[in-house]
């Protein structure tokens, strides 16, 4: 008697899977188990793309990168179809990725995903043991042909999911394959089922709208678990993933990053030699003209004139022309302008005591800064004066307080003239070309 174990098993499985492998597998499945050989088809289903055999385990790199590959079929632990088809287990995955995490040595591990996905249990498991690991280490995910429904599912839970231009993302959801035993006049047995009758939910037949509805729930639950599961890993709402992630397809390269299924186009070389300096660079769009420094780095493109001797003017204005937001940048933000806090300053001044001298800060060019420091220093040289006896003197002083070197020779014509015999406590001098009509100057330097 031939068993199809194969098909069984694969029938008793909801798959988190791409639908073009899982139809082969159906149809290898499908074949008389005793008649297949599976040596001759471990060396082509175990073979790279360089021709090598894989081998469990993480790979070591230079600089503290661990490289875990995430390839083939993707299954609980090792079975029948780990051996006809390839791929890996999350049994061992969780292994290698455990220990990559404790090695002290290693300082960045890289999730190198290939795989069209594979059986949804245990896969829950492992993307939550990535996702909790974040932080501890740097763990970023490339693809680089494929990462499909389960195989996403681990992606997401990185910190970082990178993407070859020509690689395939998404195929988020589950399926289930079901075969039904059609009733023949050559069969050579008949099956009979008798469940018990306190679980009336233990053998539902798909065939009629109450199983199908009860196995379409056992999907749609396990579903809803892989959505939740991505948006929170990708930092987006759950309508996003469902709306925008594909609906079940697959999204190629850029068109992934653009909806936010990965973080940036790259390569698996540029990715680990980007965690071994720690510094990131990403591969250019394609769809959008480069204008400059990318969002994040600190670079800037410039198209500079050919001359090698090239004057300041010259740079200034070739910056200037083609980045004005480098020039923003550095300019920094335009200053308040006095004149925009008129009402302020004038009740400033009033408090300082020096309401007359608001009308020399509200003009055009002054800065409410520069007002503010103009009026802390009118305050002071107003409390200076009044000490000193020449409160009469401070509207000739205060009009050149910008001026330090002005100001301090009329200080001292100011105090001379106080100390002049003759002279009136109440004479000053405003300015050269402005005198009061107290003050004679011919006769205090003929006295002198």
């Known amino acids: 008697m031939k068993h199809k174990f194969a098909l069984n098993y694969l029938m008793s499985q909801p798959w988190a899977l791409d639908q073009q492998l899982l139809s082969l597998m159906s149809d290898i499945a499908n074949r008389e188990v005793d008649s297949l050989s599976l040596d001759d088809f471990v060396p082509e289903s175990l073979a790279t793309k360089s021709g090598k055999r894989l081998t469990r385990g993480m790979e070591k790199r230079e600089g503290g990168v661990a490289l875990i590959s995430v390839s083939g079929v993707i299954s609980r632990y090792a079975n029948l179809f780990t051996n006809i088809c390839g791929g890996t287990t999350t049994q061992l995955l969780a292994q290698d990725f455990t220990q990559a995490l404790n090695?002290?040595?290693?300082?960045?591990?890289?999730?190198?995903?290939?795989?069209?996905g594979g059986e949804a249990n245990g896969i829950h498991e492992l993307a939550e043991m990535i996702y909790q690991a974040r932080g501890k280490k740097r763990i970023v995910a490339y693809v680089g042909g494929m990462a499909c429904s389960a195989c996403y599912w681990i992606a997401s839970a990185c910190e970082e999911v990178v993407i070859d231009a020509t690689a395939s993302a998404g195929s988020i959801g589950t399926v289930l394959q079901m075969r039904r035993r059609k009733e023949k006049a050559e069969d050579e047995f008949e099956t009979i089922e008798i469940v018990s009758s306190q679980s009336p939910n233990k053998r539902q037949d798909p065939a009629t709208e109450t199983g199908r509805a009860a196995y379409q729930?056992?999907?749609?639950?396990?579903?809803?678990?892989?959505?939740?599961?991505?948006?929170?890993n990708m930092s987006v709402d759950r309508d996003t993933v469902i709306n925008d992630f594909g609906g079940g397809g697959i999204l190629v390269g850029q068109a992934a990053v653009d909806k936010g299924m990965a973080h940036r186009l790259g390569s698996l070389e540029g990715v680990i030699a980007e965690l071994k300096t720690g510094k990131k660079k990403d591969m250019p769009n394609p769809n959008q003209t480069n204008t400059g420094a990318d969002e994040g780095e600190n670079n800037i493109t410039l198209t500079l004139p050919g001359s090698e001797a090239m004057s300041t003017a010259d740079l200034i204005t070739a910056i200037t022309e083609q980045r004005p937001d480098a020039i923003a940048a550095i300019k920094g933000p335009e200053p308040e302008m006095?004149?925009?806090?008129a009402?302020?300053?004038?009740?400033?001044?009033?408090?300082?005591?020096?309401?007359?001298?608001?009308?020399?800060?509200l003009k055009e060019g002054v800065t409410k800064a520069e007002a503010e420091n103009r009026i802390e220093m009118a305050s002071g040289l107003k409390d200076t004066l009044a000490a000193a006896g020449l409160s009469g003197s401070f509207d000739a002083l205060v009009g050149c307080i910008d001026d330090p070197v002005k100001m301090v020779g009329k200080a001292i014509h100011e105090a001379k003239a106080e100390t002049d015999e003759s002279g009136d406590q109440t004479r000053h001098v405003t300015d050269d070309e402005k005198k009061t009509t107290s003050l004679n100057a011919k006769e205090i330097y003929a006295k002198r």
Do not use: M, T
Request: proline share 6%; hydrophobic share 55%; glycine share 2%.
């Open 217 to 232: 729930k056992h999907l749609d639950d396990l579903a809803e678990v892989f959505v939740q599961r991505v948006a929170r």
């Open 343 to 361: 009402a302020v300053l004038v009740a400033a001044c009033s408090a300082a005591g020096v309401p007359a001298f608001s009308a020399s800060l």
């Open 103 to 116: 090695d002290p040595a290693i300082k960045a591990i890289v999730v190198n995903c290939d795989s069209p």
């Open 338 to 341: 006095a004149v925009a806090h």
